[in-house]
């Protein structure tokens, strides 16, 4: 049994720093336990989240923070002494005003929220992060993780950074750029013959095996989960510490957008925004869209469905938190939309084409979404809104390659530039 | 003739707002002329550069301004009201300790600037955020430029977001990632038949008939260079306030390292630094080392030469501020070097490994020039030193591609697994 075993077999006794967070409660009943590395109550095999015990968090603190996550890390389960570890620093990512797509969609007031800027371009380095603070402190030292690409990314150049061993599982079939962006960092890569399910229960019981292991999706989701609360804490403190109206978030597991919710609540319950109304809406692609499918059937449960989409960053069948995104959306007065590939195609062009934003598949459909919720009316277009951007349309260049290119081929005169112009 | 036209003709009439700029000056012999959009001194035919009345200049005002590099707008040759007007708003990119690396290259303190997080990965963000700006002051409405990848991504990328017409022009050889990440902007990309140095010929015979078109590095080039000087006052306002005693650049054109001495200069003259002695250090490739040749051999001229090298982004044959380059780096007791293709590759690994960035080919022959000139004594291993990585892995795969990939492909259980990792 390995050291780290040790330490976390004697959870009960220890006293983990994790900052504000007290305990880990079940989602379906509310069981309580202690923090620990696990990630299903044992009571009512729902999932666990963390549940915190916030001090005075004050605006003039985060403020005067790191310009990187940890500047929330009051409301974070990180310890705290968390920025003095290497970690990738993300987080502080652009938000825009988005007159030009505004325009196009026909809404009053609309921001992007842009996290192709984190340093493996998207959301993951953030729940990256977290996971790997609250790993070190439970006394693992290998970060795991299995992936479709993003997440690869993220895990294995955070543990490079961290100078961890990482080992990163991915289906054989990944396209070139998100294998070359995870090999380049020298962790454990490994290709699994097989489908993203075959390679996600590997995961799950390489975690039951290697107890030095943390599996940030698996073993120690309850932790890395709550990264994505720092999305809605830079978008309230980029807004002026005020929430939005409304926000569009991409549906995968679920996770995030029920995260996004529980971190605007968050803010207001610690006095850090007032905590006004909004709506949060969800944004699925059609050939993968079994929470849309629920919402629209008015089921509070949902059915899997076998993936057949361009977004691959959301092309999960089974999503873990799709039940709570059902809540979190009818609670907010929200509507879960879905798109054809086409359109997805279309949302990275007009995304692109009014803001210069560059954006993943995820990022299409977020935007083709958030058109259709407004042509469908579900969208107020006179309520600012929001869109999180959380990829980079670097790594999913096959989408939109066959549409792209340049106007024209010219000989090298300026009468043949002229004349392709039509000038 | 067009409005633009009619303006920029009575320019000497015209009172340009871009801030605290004041004048043009030759580089050679000192004329001086007013503010307008030209490149060359026709008194010495030596290149323009801006020159400045600064204000009182606190950093207060500095901090408290917005999370881009127009927080210094009183330092760049910019209108007052340039954050009004819709940008990338590029900078504010990561400065991060670099212990990993520090280690493997036997110094003691090491820092990364991390400019692959700017809204389309690489520094020409904030290049052409200050040249779009000055050209909008000059009545310009097409922003242009010949390029061979960061800068097209740029440019088309800002000119969308600025609702302004694009004309890019690149080789008609140009990888699929550099044309995929400009024609999505849907700008006028133009391939051209013919080598890089044919197209920017082509750009600068287009610059004189096309009265309306901001070529970025041509007519406005003098305000466009001096983007790069925020690099410098980023690095200075994240090291708290200071100057660091070394730094590593990149070569091309050479602007950029002329511009980073620039910047620290500036700080100390308008006092929000103490002046402190600091080092700048030269890296190019081996295939286009022209500048390291000349220092090398003592000469204050750059012989040209026909490049050869993978990191194309740094292989301009013919650096029009060479010569000002050897001035920087010989003034400031720094050295130039120049390394194999071999070892830009193994520059590139060895930053991916140590501190999970995954810089283009310019990031591989920064550190790899930083471990040539550790090694060769010419970089003190105990100053303190900055590596300025300034591009994107996900643009230049290519260059690594044969290089990486899974450690192995395996069958989907935890068996093969624990055999493929030897555990």
New interface residues.
């Given amino acids: 049994m390995t050291a780290a075993a040790d330490t976390r077999n004697s959870a009960a006794n220890k006293h983990f720093d994790l900052g504000p967070a007290a305990e880990l409660v079940s989602k379906e009943e509310g069981h309580r336990q202690p923090l620990a590395p696990e990630f299903v109550s044992l009571e009512d095999f729902s999932p666990l989240e963390v549940a915190y015990d916030f001090g005075r968090v004050r605006r003039e603190d985060i403020e005067a923070g790191p310009?990187?996550i940890w500047r929330y890390k009051s409301l974070l389960p990180v310890p705290s002494d968390v920025e003095q570890h290497?970690n990738?620093?993300p987080g502080?990512t652009?938000l825009?005003?988005a007159?030009?797509l505004a325009k196009a969609l026909g809404v009053k007031k609309l921001w992007i929220k842009?996290d192709?800027?984190?340093?493996?371009?998207s959301f993951k380095d953030r729940v990256v992060a977290v996971a790997l603070a609250a790993a070190r402190e439970f006394g693992f030292n290998v970060l795991a993780c299995p992936s479709t690409g993003n997440l690869a990314n993220a895990v294995?150049?955070?543990?490079?950074?961290?100078?961890w061993d990482s080992?990163v599982?991915?289906p054989?079939s990944l396209e070139?750029?998100k294998?070359?962006?995870t090999?380049?960092?020298?962790g454990?890569?490994?290709?699994?013959?097989?489908n993203y399910d075959?390679?996600n229960?590997?995961a799950t019981?390489?975690a039951g095996?290697?107890e030095d292991w943390a599996f940030v999706n698996v073993n120690v989701r309850p932790y890395y989960s709550e990264g994505s609360k720092t999305l809605a804490f830079e978008v309230a403190e980029q807004l002026g510490w005020r929430l939005p109206e409304q926000v569009v978030v991409p549906i995968a597991s679920g996770s995030q957008l029920t995260k996004v919710d529980k971190g605007f609540r968050e803010l207001g319950e610690v006095g850090l925004v007032e905590p006004t109304p909004y709506r949060i809406f969800g944004a699925q692609a059609g050939g993968c869209s079994p929470v849309a499918t629920a919402f629209k059937e008015g089921h509070d449960t949902v059915q899997p469905v076998r993936p057949d989409t361009i977004a691959r960053s959301l092309a999960i069948g089974a999503p873990a938190d799709g039940p709570y995104v059902l809540d979190t959306v009818q609670r907010t007065k929200g509507a879960i939309e879905d798109v054809t590939d086409e359109e997805v195609v279309e949302g990275?062009?007009l995304l692109?084409?009014?803001?210069?934003?560059?954006a993943e598949t995820a990022g299409g459909v977020t935007v083709a979404n958030a058109k259709k919720l407004v042509e469908n009316g579900q969208l107020d277009p006179d309520a600012e809104t929001v869109l999180f951007i959380t990829g980079?349309?670097?790594?999913t260049?096959d989408a939109?390659?066959e549409h792209?290119?340049?106007?024209?081929?010219?000989?090298?005169?300026?009468e043949a530039?002229d004349e392709?112009?039509g000038?």
């Fill in positions: 310009r990187s290497p990738t620093e502080c652009r825009i005003r007159d030009g842009d192709t800027g984190n340093p493996t371009h294995a150049a955070a543990a490079a950074r961290a100078r080992v599982l991915v054989s070139r750029a294998v070359l962006m090999a380049v960092y020298d454990s890569l490994l290709a699994v013959d097989g075959d390679v229960r590997l019981e390489l095996e290697h990275i062009r692109a084409r009014t803001e210069g934003i560059f980079d349309g670097l790594k260049m939109v390659q792209l290119g340049p106007k024209a081929t010219v000989a090298p005169n300026t530039v392709a112009l000038r």
